[in-house]
């Protein structure tokens, strides 16, 4: 019973919150391009400034992709800060900024649980790979709800989005998530191949995910916008 | 009366589960190793008589009557025999480079061998040996228990196979893949000295480190060419020596030399599959009779190239299966019982030779030389061909299954012809009365007949031989589900009696409380059908006890409740996870598969610093934490009444009593493993009672309770991690030391759970968690027994997949046989 008032609490909130800043449809396929472009231009420089690949070198082509990766989405998330009034631009990017270090610190824990091998040698490659998935994970969500638990909770918790901007935010989270966790399924196999390493499979199955989940939430925005649009009429 | 029936109602369904599954078992176990039966016959000397092959035993009277007497199936042709065993000898390392499209750097290394086949074709040569896939390890001759002196070097597992046949033996560990010397410097040290000796007929020295170089280095690698080098070396001053003992009258007059590998390897160094490079092996054969034998060119099958000094070198093919029946027939002795092998031409023309054959004159001149050849080498082909029909025939009625009957109808019809023809071509030798056009073109078909009739033999054996009994496998396995159907329909059952529900939220249909455990636990199952998952078993375990965690971590954020509880229990699993690293980087090499684990700790001096550390301190500190737990549980008993408080105590009394067992059979991990357990098992109480309260506090007095699926599954995965944590694994020589004790404390932390569960959650829970539990394990047996049966010609089935079979399946039943004497206590 009380957690069906809290919903029903949260969820009022939520669409007064979302009320705020309606995004379209379009609003949308453009921040998930601009991210997906920003992976590719990640991945271009690595390969051709550097001419290093995520199986020759996982750690620094990592590291490339998080750093260029990570201004595209703080900035771009930080526009669909909530209440704008209250919150500066640059707050939300500061909010970005930690949150993308206490991310990296979640995520290396479960990496670790999960059975990451720890070690001098290993140890950058596991920091670059947190960071990455911090960036996939909890940055857009910190950027934009900021410390609201609520709103954490409905994502993170209840995985309940409403609004476009949940979709874009929980979507892609969860299957940058999900899709590490099955990239890891190929590394006990003895193929002996170079990508069975840690974290190469691991990227590739959170990438991989994360752009899945982008174009999901894309075309679930898209769908649920034509039926509100059809209820109107 | 009715109390009666009902409460037998409740203990019948665990028998009946428990009958159903040891049936079950018993039945598969029966047709699955059900292997070719080992037939407990061997050849004697005397048996040859009843081989239509002696043309002169019944109604002749012939000079080889006297002959009989000296020797035995075949005339002797060699006196003395040393072999020396490369293991995983590639063909390339023996045969010159220009018989392969590039040159590679290991080729052309064992320079001796091939100076020796292109200077003297006639008494050395090089073969291209075929093994039959799993090449794993030699067909063990079993020359050694025919009465020969054998004198073995080299690699000890020929003393754990014939402990007590040789006549003098100098065994070293081969345990080790990484020490590449020991083996070899001990073969090499006591090789020279004894080939002075006369105490022996066959010398076996069985060089390991060409193996152990490719398993570890690879082939590319200095230490390889190093490896192939060295033996370069040794080679050649064992020929020198019994090249100088070779005039007439010396110790090794009528000697034979055999070089060969047991089997190749890849590039890699991984052999045991059938690929060309793995099954394609060499062997080098140099007899040092004086005059060389003239080998009969003219059914040779060989190929000759030049080699890199532009000498002509010419090699020859001959498959594995035949070199023991060759060597029985070179050494006189009798045939191996259990061959399918035929002799080999070559190589036993190599060794044999001039013979003293009794019926030469009256052939004609100008071919008896090589018409007496033939001749001798159909007679011994005469008794091979006997020899395998007598084995087939003993086989096909000895062992319930076998070969097909039209296959063995087929075969005998091929012997039949060859027989008849034998009847006739014999005539020819016992009155001499053909011109000598006729004699060598029908005794060449007599050749083609037998080689025909082996040669179908072994195709039939190679691809026919049902070494298990699919239908009783089949049936047993189909015992397997319906004890499953059962299992699932008495929980429904209860489920309908005692009004539980499993799903752990209700409102969102078959709920993900319900789908997420059935979701592990297939994964689970699905995952033993890779060799590689069964090999890391323990860390897979740990993904899925983890990511179970992490859901329920989500679980737990969400509602508030027991976070700190999950976070103590992920940081348990992880630390765990850093144990069973530990434990499978410690996993004997023996195995060729073993994946040494490339944990830093074991490579930087300071890691093996902080791990010996570690090592020292850990054990007492968590010795003293049990202490203070027990205390605790023993001592503080005020607020007995408080559920929770209670159950605490209760549960660290419990595992603390069972610890101090574990404590006392594990030594140094014991205190660590018995804590882990507590923890984690202590958490998963916690954290499926927090459900379990909830609901309670909610639906008071409804009587709707609810068990979380997901606990029990937590329990048999945590069971297994820590399995492998207290440093076992599923193989049999995972076993620890205390053979009594074998998984014994993997069973404790199975009652553990049992008990546990019983007492926290009292009579009305207990059936269907039990049913659940069960269902768990037996849902992973009948995964670990298709795979068993679909892997049952794979390699490592004796290897992986039976030792997992049965550690699963003793798993099970005892799980089965606890569960009912827990119900028996509790229910009566």
Known sequence: ?233 | MRLGWKWWGHIAVYWVIMGLHIFAILLFTKGFLLTRSELPHYSQCSDVSESPCFYCSDSNVNLNQTHKHQHCWTKPAIGRLVIIVLDALRFDFVAPSTFFQESKPWMDKLQILQELASQYPSSARIFKAIADPPTTSLQRLKLVQNGKRVTMMGDDTWMQLFPHHFERSYPFPSFNVKDLHTVDNGCIDNLLPSLYQEDWDVLIAHFLGVDHAGHIFGVDSIQMLEKLEQYNVVLQKVIEVLKSRSEPGGLHENTLLLVMGDHGQTINGDHGGGSPEEVETSIFAMSFKKPPPSVPTKYNISSCELNSDKKNLCINSIQQLDFAVTISALLGIPFPFGSIGRVNLDLYALGGGTWNFNGDGETCEHQSKLGEWMWHYVSVLCINSWQVKRYIDVYSTSSVIGFSSEDLFHIADLYDQAVEKWSYTKNFFIYKNESCNTVLPSLKRQIDAYSNFLSSVADLARSKWTEFNLKIMAIGFGIMLLSIFVHILAISEVKMKNGISFSLSQDSGISFGLFFPCFVVAIRAFSFFSNSYILEEGKVACFLLVTTGVVKLRDSVMKKKMVLEVIVFLLVITICRFTIEVGLSKQTPGFDFSNIYPSWMLKSAFGLLVLSFLNEIVPILSLILLATLLYKALFVKEDFFDFKKSLVTKIVAMLSTWSSSIIILLGKQGPLVSLAAIIGGYCIMRMGSSNHDARNADNEGTGDLTIDPLSATQWSLLAVCLFFCSGHWCAFDGLRYGAAFIGFDEFILIRQAILLTIDTFGLSLIVPVYLLYGLIMATTVTATMICVTIHRRHLMVWGLFAPKFVFDVVGLLLTDFLICLASLYYLG
């Not at chain 1, 009022?12 to 920003?38: C, D, N, R």
């Not at chain 1, 998530?177 to 499979?201: H, K, N, S, T, Y």
């Open chain 1, 1 to 233: 019973m009380k957690n069906q008032n809290q919903n029903q609490r949260t969820k009022t909130t939520v669409v007064e919150a979302s009320a705020a800043a309606i995004v379209s449809a379009s609003e949308v396929f453009l921040v998930h391009s601009i991210s997906a472009i920003g992976l590719a231009i990640s991945f271009w420089v690595a390969s051709s400034h550097h001419s290093i690949t995520l199986i020759s070198h996982p750690s620094q082509t990592l590291l490339h992709l998080w750093v260029i990766q990570c201004p595209i989405l703080i900035l771009l998330y930080s526009r669909y800060r909530q209440s704008p009034q209250q919150f500066s631009y640059l707050r939300a990017v500061g909010r970005g900024i930690l949150g993308l270090i206490a991310g990296a610190l979640v995520n290396a824990f479960g990496a670790i649980a999960l059975g990451a091998p720890i070690g001098v040698k290993s140890l950058s490659k596991t920091i670059n790979w947190s960071m990455m998935m911090s960036l996939f994970t909890v940055v857009p969500a910190a950027s934009v709800f900021g410390s609201s638990w609520t709103d954490w909770q409905r994502i993170f918790g209840y995985t309940k989005p409403v609004g476009p901007i949940d979709y874009m935010i929980c979507l892609p989270a969860h299957g940058a998530v999900l899709g590490a966790w099955f990239g890891a399924w190929p590394m006990p196999l003895d193929w002996e191949r170079p990508w069975q390493e840690w974290p190469i499979c691991v990227s590739y199955g959170a990438i991989a995910g994360y752009l899945v989940a982008m174009v999901a939430s894309f075309l679930v925005v898209l769908v649920r916008g034509t039926l509100q649009h059809t209820k109107r009429d």
